[in-house]
C-alpha cells in the first residue's frame, strides 16, 4: 500500500485515549478533523529516544516539539494537534502525563496498528523486538485534506517535526 500523500483524503478510523474524566474514550479521526486545520504525526513509540530528545541543538525533539510550539501553530491556524503511536491507551495515557506543561497535544493511540495501515505508514521493526510500528511522520491536513506529508525513511527524524509544518504554514 503506498503510504498517504499530498492531495489524498486523511482516511477514516477509530483510535483510543482518555479524557478530561480519565474515562477511556474511541475517537474518530473524521470527527476530530473534518472542517479544522489539523496536524498529525506519528511516532514509532512512547518514550523513544527520539521522542524525548534530540541529536541536534537545532531539532527539538518529536513529542516536545509540537509541545512547545503549539501555540505558535495554533497562532497560524491549527486547530487540533493529534499525536498518535501503536500503543494501547494505558501506555498513552502514562507517557502524556510526563508532558505536565501540555496542553494542545492529542496523546491517541493505535493499538492494533489499524490506522498505520490505512495511513500506508507501517515500519516493520521486528528485528528490534517491537514489532509493526509506525513510521515517523508529520501531515497537515486542511478538512481531512493532506495539505503537508513530511514522512520519514526508516527511524530518521528530519523532516516530521514541528519546525518543518511551521515553516508550511
Not at 483510535?15 to 474511541?26: G, K, P, S, T, V
Not at 498505520?116 to 511522520?137: I, M, P, Y
Amino acid at each position: 500500500m503506498a503510504p498517504i500523500a499530498v492531495g489524498d483524503a486523511l482516511p477514516e478510523g477509530t483510535l483510543a485515549c482518555f479524557d478530561e474524566n480519565d474515562q477511556l474514550q474511541q475517537v474518530s479521526v473524521h470527527a476530530l478533523a473534518a472542517g479544522k486545520k489539523v496536524i498529525l504525526f506519528g511516532v514509532p513509540g512512547a518514550f523513544t529516544p527520539t521522542c524525548r530528545r534530540s541529536l541536534s541543538p537545532q531539532i527539538h525533539p518529536h513529542v516536545p516539539g509540537f509541545i512547545e510550539n503549539a501555540e505558535e501553530l495554533k497562532s497560524k491556524g491549527v486547530d487540533e494537534i493529534l499525536l498518535i503511536s501503536v500503543n494501547d491507551p494505558f501506555v498513552m495515557k502514562a507517557w502524556a502525563k510526563t508532558y505536565p506543561e501540555n496542553k494542545n497535544v492529542k496523546f491517541l493511540a493505535d493499538g492494533s496498528g489499524t490506522y498505520t495501515h490505512a495511513l500506508g505508514l507501517e515500519l516493520d521493526l521486528s528485528e528490534k523486538g517491537l514489532g509493526t510500528r509506525s513510521r515517523r511522520f508529520a501531515l497537515l491536513t486542511d478538512d481531512l485534506v493532506v495539505k503537508v506529508a513530511n514522512i520519514e525513511e526508516g527511524g530518521a527524524f528530519t523532516i516530521s517535526g514541528a519546525e518543518e509544518i511551521l515553516k508550511a504554514l
